[in-house]
């Protein structure tokens, strides 16, 4: 069976939405879904003030674990176009997975989440493209397949390297993941673990 890691860090909840979301679609081909979160670096007493939501039902994860899984789709939020420093972190931390090539032939993916409609999905979606490219991984993104990203009658998220969604309405409140989006991460969930199926359906036996 495919073994499918949906590793995440969302500071108010719109990745752990989505991520939610990205697991629902991969279970549907079958896969066997993990859902985890990197640890936090900011102080508890700045989180807490700050409105941070972190969901203990989640657990943290591991860096030893990354090898046990065929696929992982990474989500965070942007910061100032690039990952957020939480997830680059525990990815800087894969030195020794890339040391012994645990990695290669596994397929990566990536969604994300923005306050602002131009405020970095895509540049935040490719750079942490480059990390899943030097451990050796398979990238995959969301194909023009998933049709919701074709769609000009609402402001959504959504681009062919990943899934994404707004967290801000525009006035400076909390705008959530719409329907078009989460359909969208359901979808890539799907996409990424059909292909991590093939793959690990044409290895030989016994290989890694």
Known sequence: MTR?????????GHIEKMAAAIAEGARETGATVALRRVPELVPPEVAAQSGYKQDPEVAVAKVSELADYDAI?????????????QMKNFLDQTGGLWFE?????????????????????ETTIQSTHTVLLHLGMIVVGLPYSFKGQLRMDEITGGSPYGASTLADD?????????????????????????IAAALVAGRPAGAA
């Open 101 to 121: 090539d645990r990695l290669v032939g596994k397929v990566g993916s990536v969604f994300t989440s923005t306050g602002s409609q131009h405020g970095g999905q």
């Open 73 to 85: 789709i990474i989500g965070t939020p942007t910061r100032f176009g690039n990952m957020a420093s």
């Open 4 to 12: 499918v890691l949906v590793l995440y860090y969302s500071s108010y």
């Open 170 to 194: 525009g006035n400076g409140g909390d705008r959530q993941p719409s329907a078009n989006e989460l359909d969208g991460a359901r979808f890539q969930g799907r996409h990424v673990a059909g």
